[in-house]
């Protein structure tokens, strides 16, 4: 598990995923037998990288990738490091002949996700990517709705997602997040970060994405670092992106670190049908059925006389959901050692950042994009 003593590799994948996995006794796969999981954290840091097995009971732990890679019983290289530095990890761990498992983006450019894509292709590794917002229980319980028909057709989308990202111009209120998400030249940007999630979860819930228009934005153009030093931001912060499907349907996408919320949650998505519509959360979803659908009327000169969160029913309320990203990390293990298919590889992955790449050239020019076939 190599760049893991981040914040979502330290959470998502090692502590709510690997780890959760390691003391439940194992991933079951028949009565009797059980797929084992013995992480080695790997990085640059080697205090880091000590601190964060002791906290965790990780045996293993080393800042010589290289010597990791070379040992035979480790199966698996998984990657959570920053996006420009992707691509040289991978390349390592096919020469090493591992299955590979890594963080979205793959890379900031097109070619660059579809080269690493046919690299684990063409030496036949098994491969995949992170693509974990579509096990999140509110898309999923939106996709149940879906598929039994209980909306009828999609007509159009709607998703707002971000918060407030602090400047840290306020001592004492720092940034949330690293600086290099507000700097192009490190990776950074919101479009490379959220379209490439948002091709998924739009391709697999709602249909392929025909075409994109998107502006990008730069609301805060300073920031200070995480040593106290202003620094000038070149990444977006904010994008405002609509795609076409091929089945006709419309979806709008925003997001912002420059918002403040005032929604149901960080991600929500409005999801309007001809039988009936859906409002998922990460966590909930609610349903309004034709039959319970207002006739409201326009007249701003008296009160509104519906309240509009009425007449909205709880989508599955007691279901228990598990964290999606061990979700996914669990269909990646039956993927390795029992050969089921797995859905998610790198050249899948690469769609989210050809459309992340589409939403820049669209930004720029002031035009829609159509998206090719990759391959």
Known sequence: MNGVTGRM??????????????????????????????????????????????????????????????????????DASTTLHRAGFIEKAVEAGKAIYCEKPTAVETAEAVRLGKLC??????????QDKLWLPGLRKAKKLMEEGTLGRILSV?????????????????????????????????????????????????????????????????????????????????????????????????????????????????????????????????????????????NPDIEQPIDFHQDWEEVEPDTEYDNAFKVQWELFLRHVVLDQPFAWDLLEGAKGVQLAEAGLKSSAERRWIDLEPLV
């Open 121 to 130: 292709r063409d030496a036949g590794l098994k491969n995949g990517v992170v």
């Open 9 to 78: 590799g330290k959470n998502q994948h090692l502590i709510r995923s690997i780890l959760a996995i390691r003391d439940q006794g194992g991933l079951r796969i028949s009565d009797d037998e059980f797929i084992q999981v013995d992480p080695i954290l790997t990085g640059r840091s080697e205090e880091k990288l000590k601190e964060l097995a002791e906290e965790h009971g990780v045996k293993r732990w080393t800042t010589d990738l290289d010597a990791a890679l070379a040992n035979p019983d480790d199966e698996i290289f998984f």
């Open 158 to 298: 709607r998703g707002e997602f971000g918060y407030w990202v602090f400047s840290g111009h306020d001592e004492s209120q720092p940034s949330q997040r690293p600086s290099w998400n507000y700097r192009s030249e490190d990776g950074g940007g919101i479009v490379i970060d959220m379209l490439c999630h948002y091709r998924y979860v739009v391709d697999h819930l709602f249909g392929p994405i025909q075409s994109v228009s998107c502006l990008a934005a730069t609301h805060l153009p300073e920031r200070i670092d995480e040593h106290g030093e202003a620094y000038p931001c070149t990444a977006d912060d904010s994008a405002y992106a609509t795609f076409q499907l091929e089945n006709g349907a419309i979806v709008t996408m925003n997001s912002s670190w420059s918002v403040r919320v005032r929604r149901d949650d960080l991600f929500v998505l409005w999801i309007d049908g001809t039988e009936g519509s859906a409002v998922a959360t990460l966590r909930d979803c609610r349903l309004q059925k034709m039959s319970d659908t207002p006739r409201p009327v326009w």
